[in-house]
Structures are given as structure tokens and as C-alpha cells.
């Protein structure tokens, strides 16, 4: 009880705090990372043409579990895609590996993206339930204005993985219509750690399209259709035991907004979407196959949201009304070196449906221009049902009284305080939130764990997971010099992992055994970090940050992936057109590793990069060159993150060039 006292009277900073137009609105507890044209900090990046999963290492809260060089897995507030939630543009979106080769963020570009908001634990709850947090891509949307056409091209290269990046973008305005069209495309061989030697199956090619339109019909009312299209092919994954032969999703979307004349609406937000992603798991390319496998899969998810954003008085309210279907199928074919004998089937997601209904309401209560209290609430209904009768009889076999459909109800609120005044910041919240368990902790049947070398069996009659949370941040800033730091603690209860269960004999050649979804009493995790900026001159700043964390079950073993002390330092210079920096990065050594969940220790590693960048003007047009060392000592290196401990890219030197007419 002691130590848990001790660990709430130490919570700190949910740093993400973003400054407000209207200083009489508190800040709210979120980060957001820049990413495209909405702002200028984009032409100070010093990679802008490197991978969203890049932008999102950045963030202070946000870690990426590693499989390869592509598709990074985000974990927020080291909770993975279990625990949290992410969307673009408010749209639910679900991958169909059950392998997580493809999270959300893959199916997007920096080209076509302007902002990555983060919000820590039950603050992410707009779109739908989460316990550690959620991410939010905004993409790039035009204004309307005056009539103008805008032309970009992007090209890149980087030495290492020989990675070839060329892209495009053409954008045009008028005062009652706009369109944003954008495509990117990407090609890398293997990528070579810091000993030199080749990782293979690290290669991949990536074509990525996004289109948005607009039109204004009337003074406050407009109509905006959306379209992504991302086909990734040949991608390569060293630290599993499969390759992916396709990884493909067509993303829509209809908006209708309103900006009421009513003084106490602000705008009125109304969207429907409907998205499909196919995704093909392959072992053609491996050595040494014992038995080959085929094993795609698909989702696909129809939704909406209506959400209204007004003020009375002094309260300023945000009420959203969201809605999906999702459809999640996976199969496994198995094909024997004997041609003699016959190939085996099965579902691994046996055809889930789930339909989520859900209301969220949030009202920040401004009591002065200093300080805040925000209260945020939601309910939700979420029904599973399996439509397979062949998938459901699976599942029977483990689980004979088992229902096809289950509902459940979730719910979450929040409340936070802040403070603001003569560069003195501080606040504090608490919240409580449940989750459904994904398709995989329910309904997955044998899904072969690379990691731990256990096939995974869903549990149906999984309790909902319930999240009492706590935050608290102070800082200090002036007009050179800011210090912060945040703390997040998660008690979280009926945790669900897997459970060795020696009944049940495995399907995957090598398996270790068995593991049954269940839940723990509960799990706890801690997360506490220091920022700081000072900017030295007009010319020079410097920026810094520390964090520690902490994960232990209800049987006092650690956590896998909790990330053991980072460390980030780095020194900018900017002088009219031209912008330097010199980064340092690294992790102290993880002493405190998971062995229960056999999860092996990771080495302390320190690495340098460094970027450079000019700006050139002539006749109207614009031509940004960029360019950098990453990994300048060429440290062999892996981190927690990295599944199965594969080796981080080696010495890269890249080259951006961007040109604007």
C-alpha cells in the first residue's frame, strides 16, 4: 500500500499539454506531433520524408514494437493495440493480421498526414473505449480561398537499405471547392545492422494514394469525401516466421459539417466511412520450411460518428455519437511435403462481427483565465458474434457452453484539473475505463507467438479489463527555458494475458506448448518523464528528455516490453535558410524484463545522429534539400521493442529533396 501511495504522490505530467488560441480554454492533456503542411515546424524536420512510425518515436508517450523495418506496432504508455485505440480522422479501422503486421498507421503516409494527436489513457475515449490512450491521424485538408494551384514532388533516397522514396502531390482552391491529391511510393532492399551484416527478408515496397474533396454549398455548410488506397507488396518481416505477400486497404468517407448559427454550437461534425483491408501472410521465400502455409486475412468496417462542439457560458462541450460494424476473418491452410496427404484447414478468426455503439461527452469548465477542470465521460454496447459454424464448433471444443454472441457494456470517465499562470503549470486527473477483449484474446484459435513459441487460444468468457488511472504534471516556463515532468499510473484489473495450459497439444512445429487467454487480479504500470528546452541564443536550442517505467502483474513479475530508462538529447541551429542538429538517443540497460513471459534482457546502447537542411527560393517555387547520418558510429544495437531482439539499421545516410511550385 505504501509503495502504491508513494508511486501516486510521484505522478507527474501527462505532458501533452497544447497550447490554446483562446487562453481561456484550459489545456487539454494531449500531445500532438506535426507531421505535414498544416505547419511550418514540418520544413524544420530533419527527415521529412521519413516513415510515420519515425514521427510517432518521437512522442514521449508513445513507443513502437519492431518486427522489421516496416509497420511498427505504436504502444501507448507501453499498452499495446489491445489497449488502445487508433483512428484516422475519428474512422475505426482494424487490421487483418493476426500476426499485427499491419496497425492502423501503415496504411498511411507524412505526405498526406498533417498531425498526430495523442491522448493518455481514458482522455482517448472520443471514438471508443481504451485504458492506455489513443492516436488520432489527421490528414492534410485544404482551406478554401482564392483560386490557386499548388504542385509538389518529393524524392528520397537512403544508403543503407537503398531505400528509393518519389512522390507527388497536386492541390487546387477556389472559394467554393478544393481537392488535395497525393501518392507516395517507397522501395528498400535489406537493411544492414551496425556489424554489417545483411538482416534479411527486411525489404519492402510500399504505393500509398490519398485523395480528399470539398465543397461548400452555402456559408456554413460543406460536404467532404476521402479516399486512401495502400498496397503494400514483398515485405519482408526478420523477426517472424512469415513474410507478407500483400497488405492492401481501400479507406472512404463521406462528411457532412455545419457551422450552426445557434451561439451555443460551434460546428456540427457528421461522418460515415467504410473501409476494407486484405492481408496475406507468406513462408514461399523462407529456407527450411517444415510445412508450408497459407494464411490470409480481411476486415472490413462500415461506421460513423456525429459530433457537436459548443460553449455555454464558461463551459466548452464536446458530445459524439459513434457507431461500427466490423468484419474479421483470418484462415490458415496447411500443406504437407507429402503430396499424398490431405491439407489442413482452419479458421483462426472464425468470422467475428462486432457492432459498437457508443456516446461520449466531454465539458471543459473554465473557472478563470488560469485554470480548468475537465469532466469526460462515455458508454458503449459491443457485441461479438461468431458467424461461422465451423469457426464456432472450433472454439467448442475448448469452451462446449459457449454462446455465438456475447454483449457487453463499457464504460469510462474522467476527471482532470490544470493550472496556468506566469509560466507555472500543473495539474492532476483520475479516470476509469473498461475494454473488451480483441478478437484474438477471444475467439483466436492457435496463433503461433514468435516470441514467447506458444500457440495462443481465445477466450470468449474473458470479463471486461477495468482501468483506474491516475496523472499529474508540473512545469515551469519562460521565454528560453522550460522544464516538465509527467507521471501516469495504471492499476489495471481482470488483466488478460495467456496462460500455459499442458492439456492442449500444439498445432506449430517447435511450439512451446499452449497458452489459454485468462485474467489476472490485476497489473500495474508507471510511467514518469522529464522534458526540458532552453533556447541559448536566436540561433541555438537545446532540448532534453528522460523517462522511466514500470510493469508488474498481481503476481509481482515484470511486464514484457515496459521500457527500461530512455534518454534523448539534441542541439539545433538555425540561421536564416539553413537548420542543423546533432541528436544523441538511448536506453539504460533493461534490468527489469519480463522472464516470466520469457522475454530476454536488451543491452544499454547509445547512438548519434545528424541532420542537415537548406531552403531555396526563386521565381515563386521552393526546393527544401535535406539530408542526414543516422546511427553515425554504427552501433550494433536492439532495443525492448524489438521483437525477438533483431537488430536496429546500421550507419544510414539519407536525402530528402522536396520541391514546391
Not at 484474446?441 to 468468457?461: Q, T, V, W
Not at 517555387?621 to 536496429?648: A, C, F, Q
Request: net charge neutral; proline share 3%.
Amino acid at each position: 500500500m505504501k509503495k502504491i501511495l508513494f508511486l501516486l504522490l510521484l505522478n507527474g505530467l501527462v505532458s501533452f499539454a497544447q497550447e490554446q488560441k483562446d487562453t481561456l480554454v484550459p489545456k487539454d492533456l494531449k500531445e500532438v506531433i506535426i507531421i505535414g503542411k498544416k505547419a511550418k515546424i514540418h520544413e524544420k524536420q530533419s527527415k521529412s520524408l521519413a516513415s510515420i512510425d519515425e514521427f510517432l518515436d518521437k512522442a514521449s508517450q508513445v513507443d513502437l514494437i519492431k518486427r522489421g523495418a516496416y509497420a511498427w506496432e505504436p504502444i501507448i504508455n507501453n499498452m499495446a493495440t489491445e489497449r488502445t485505440l487508433i483512428t484516422i480522422d475519428g474512422m475505426r479501422i482494424f487490421g487483418a493480421c493476426t500476426d499485427k503486421m499491419d496497425p492502423i498507421t501503415s496504411y498511411v503516409e507524412v505526405s498526406n498526414l498533417s498531425e498526430a494527436t495523442i491522448h493518455s489513457g481514458q482522455q482517448g475515449s472520443c471514438f471508443g473505449s481504451t485504458i492506455g490512450g489513443a492516436i488520432d491521424l489527421k490528414r492534410n485538408q485544404n482551406q478554401f480561398g482564392n483560386q490557386k494551384w499548388d504542385f509538389a514532388v518529393n524524392s528520397g533516397f537512403e544508403t543503407n537499405n537503398r531505400q528509393k522514396i518519389i512522390g507527388s502531390s497536386v492541390n487546387y482552391t477556389d472559394s467554393l471547392f478544393y481537392v488535395d491529391t497525393d501518392i507516395m511510393f517507397r522501395d528498400a532492399d535489406n537493411y544492414k545492422a551496425g556489424n554489417n551484416k545483411e538482416v534479411l527478408f527486411s525489404q519492402f515496397k510500399k504505393l500509398n494514394f490519398s485523395g480528399t474533396s470539398g465543397f461548400k454549398f452555402s456559408q456554413n455548410k460543406l460536404i467532404e469525401a476521402s479516399l486512401i488506397y495502400d498496397k503494400a507488396t514483398d515485405v519482408g518481416y526478420p523477426a517472424l516466421p512469415m513474410d507478407v505477400s500483400l497488405a492492401e486497404a481501400l479507406i472512404t468517407s463521406l462528411k457532412y459539417m455545419v457551422i450552426p448559427k445557434s451561439p451555443l454550437l460551434k460546428d456540427w461534425e457528421t461522418k460515415v466511412y467504410f473501409n476494407t483491408i486484405t492481408h496475406r501472410m507468406d513462408d514461399t521465400k523462407r529456407p527450411s520450411v517444415p510445412i508450408h502455409m497459407d494464411m490470409p486475412g480481411w476486415s472490413e468496417t462500415f461506421g460513423m460518428y456525429s459530433k457537436i462542439t459548443g460553449n455555454k457560458s464558461n463551459h466548452h462541450f464536446l458530445i459524439n455519437l459513434n457507431s461500427f460494424y466490423n468484419k474479421s476473418v483470418a484462415e490458415m491452410t496447411m500443406y504437407p511435403s507429402n503430396p499424398n496427404e490431405n491439407s489442413m484447414f482452419m479458421y483462426t478468426w472464425p468470422d467475428v462481427r462486432t457492432f459498437y455503439t457508443g456516446f461520449f461527452a466531454e465539458d471543459n469548465w473554465v473557472f478563470n483565465c488560469h485554470s480548468g477542470l475537465k469532466l469526460s465521460l462515455s458508454l458503449g454496447s459491443h457485441t461479438n458474434d461468431v458467424a461461422s459454424d465451423f469457426g464456432l464448433q472450433s472454439l467448442q471444443i475448448f469452451y462446449p457452453e459457449m454462446e455465438a454472441q456475447k454483449t457487453r457494456l463499457l464504460k469510462s470517465i474522467g476527471l482532470n484539473y490544470n493550472y496556468n499562470k506566469n509560466g507555472l503549470e500543473y495539474g492532476f486527473g483520475t479516470g476509469y475505463s473498461e475494454r473488451a477483449p480483441s478478437v484474438s484474446e477471444g475467439y483466436g484459435f492457435y496463433l503461433f507467438n514468435s516470441s514467447d513459441r506458444f500457440d495462443y487460444i481465445g477466450n470468449p468468457n474473458l470479463r471486461n479489463e477495468k482501468s483506474i488511472e491516475t496523472n499529474v504534471f508540473f512545469g515551469y516556463k519562460k521565454s528560453k527555458y522550460n522544464v516538465k515532468i509527467s507521471s501516469t499510473f495504471f492499476r489495471i484489473s481482470d488483466f488478460i494475458v495467456g496462460q500455459p495450459n499442458d492439456f492442449f497439444v500444439p498445432m506449430t512445429i517447435g511450439a512451446s506448448g499452449v497458452k489459454l487467454y485468462t485474467t489476472l487480479d490485476y497489473a500495474t504500470i508507471f510511467n514518469v518523464d522529464i522534458t526540458t528546452e532552453w533556447k541559448i541564443s536566436k540561433q541555438f536550442q537545446w532540448s532534453g528528455k528522460i523517462k522511466y517505467s514500470r510493469g508488474q502483474d498481481s503476481n509481482k513479475n515484470n511486464l514484457p516490453f515496459i521500457s527500461p530508462v530512455s534518454y534523448q538529447t539534441e542541439l539545433k541551429y538555425r540561421y536564416q535558410k539553413l537548420n542543423v542538429a546533432i541528436e544523441c538517443i538511448g536506453n539504460g540497460s533493461q534490468t527489469q524484463f519480463g522472464s516470466f513471459y520469457e522475454e530476454k534482457p536488451t543491452a544499454a546502447f547509445t547512438i548519434l545522429n545528424f541532420s542537415a537542411g537548406y531552403k531555396f527560393n526563386w521565381d515563386g517555387s521552393i526546393l527544401h534539400i535535406k539530408m542526414g547520418v543516422e546511427n553515425i558510429i554504427n552501433t550494433y544495437y536492439t532495443t525492448y521493442s524489438d521483437w525477438n531482439k533483431i537488430p536496429r539499421i546500421g550507419r544510414n545516410i539519407y536525402l530528402n529533396l522536396e520541391i514546391k511550385i
